[in-house]
């Protein structure tokens, strides 16, 4: 029996995750003359919940997100050992959900393609069910690639949706709750009221190591529960993940020149390299895409801005090399704690992975809240540049 000929499309997304979903809403919104097929074997967006700053967004971009927001806050707070603090800063939290909702809105019928790619190419692809997609464009959506590129400390987390009877009592986020024990580096607690009586509740951790142990840190959030006096009567939602954080790394090997593969997202590695979040990274380099998939050299195009973000991220590293290198790690939550002092409007650019020469200087300024001699050890290596 003959293979059926293979499909033919102008753009085939590979991978249905954030960045690979938004770019799909991108091109079906702004280019509705192309063919563009989105493939991904689970669901679009998976289990998460994204969370970001009204101003990690450009204004002329949030038009892509808005629709997406399922929880909005004016403020949040911020919880260390020998500070606290209330930033009246917009919050903003989007669901994997909400994505898949959206996406299988804006692409017509079939052109989302439920089945793994097993076989990416710069112009098809090949489905591990069988058949192929040829495109004029394939663009790979599918995540961290090459980590070993990378030197990494890693921010882990597990979290859940839990119910409390009688209501948890929290109007606004939590962005960190460091008051807690500090197990495996800097341990913090993050807590979203999606409801009166409903609490995302995730505990993070900057670690050394990748490892994550699901049962005991859902201990520890049970616990944590216990401490607050919540009288816990299901658990919802549960995520878990583990991010790098770059401190140093050799762009030409995370994605060499010579490959013509298009990437977006964190397979192009445009990440933050502190918090390790992308979302802001995606919605930058999909609202550029409309304009750019016209050009034949689609990948070497990307591939350009991705290095130039990389090259921007060089202060970040920096920083993570304070953090993972000169900082004791049962002391780095000082570090944050330090930080979290600073401007509103510092510490706003900062997430956005904006922040400009004065707040790079400001942020170095004055006593280390680490060792000096480990701190100049830690910037000495240079390899973070």
Request: proline content about 5%; some cysteine.
């Amino acid at each position: 029996m003959s293979a059926p000929p293979p499909l033919r499309c102008d753009i085939a997304i590979v991978g249905g995750g954030l960045a690979g979903g938004l770019a799909a809403l991108v091109l079906s919104k702004r280019r509705p003359d192309l063919d563009v097929r989105l493939i991904e074997a689970g669901p679009v967006g998976g289990n998460h919940i994204w969370s970001f700053f009204d101003s990690d967004i450009a204004k002329k971009d949030r038009w892509l997100v808005e629709p997406l927001v399922r929880h909005h806050w004016p403020a949040y707070h911020v919880s260390f050992p020998g500070h606290a603090r209330k930033l009246r800063m917009g919050y903003k939290s989007i669901t994997g959900e909400a994505l898949a909702k959206a996406v299988e809105a804006a692409l017509p019928g079939g052109h989302l393609v439920i089945d793994k790619a097993k076989h990416v190419a710069p112009d098809h692809v090949l489905l591990a069910r069988g058949g192929r997609i040829d495109a004029r464009h394939v663009i790979d959506a599918r995540g961290a690639a090459n980590l070993s590129a990378l030197t990494c400390g890693w921010q882990k987390f597990v979290g859940q949706a839990l119910t409390v009877n009688g209501g948890h009592g929290l109007a606004y986020p939590v962005v960190m709750d460091a008051t807690v024990e500090q197990i495996d580096g800097y341990r913090f607690v993050y807590l979203l009221p999606l409801d009166a009586e409903t609490v995302f509740v995730e505990d993070t951790y900057y670690s050394d190591s990748a490892a994550l142990d699901l049962a005991e840190t859902r201990g520890r959030i049970a616990a944590y529960a216990a401490m607050r006096q919540w009288q816990v009567s299901a658990i919802g939602r549960e995520e878990s993940g583990v991010l790098p954080v770059v401190i140093a790394g050799d762009f030409d090997r995370l994605w060499p020149a010579y490959d013509g593969l298009a990437r977006i997202g964190a397979r192009a590695g445009q990440f933050h390299a502190t918090t390790g979040y992308s979302l802001p990274d995606a919605v930058r380099t999909v609202s550029a895409l409309p304009g750019l998939v016209d050009h034949r050299n689609l990948a070497e195009m990307l591939r350009r801005r991705a290095e130039g973000d990389w090259r921007g991220q060089r202060y970040y590293r920096m920083l993570c090399a304070m953090l993972f290198r000169a900082a004791e790690p049962e002391q780095r939550f000082r570090i944050f704690q330090r930080f979290y002092r600073l401007s509103p409007g510092l510490i706003a650019r900062f997430y956005a992975g904006r922040s400009n020469t004065v707040d790079k200087i400001r942020l170095l300024s004055g006593r280390p809240p680490v060792p000096i001699g480990r701190a100049i050890a830690a910037l000495a290596k240079r390899d973070w540049r």
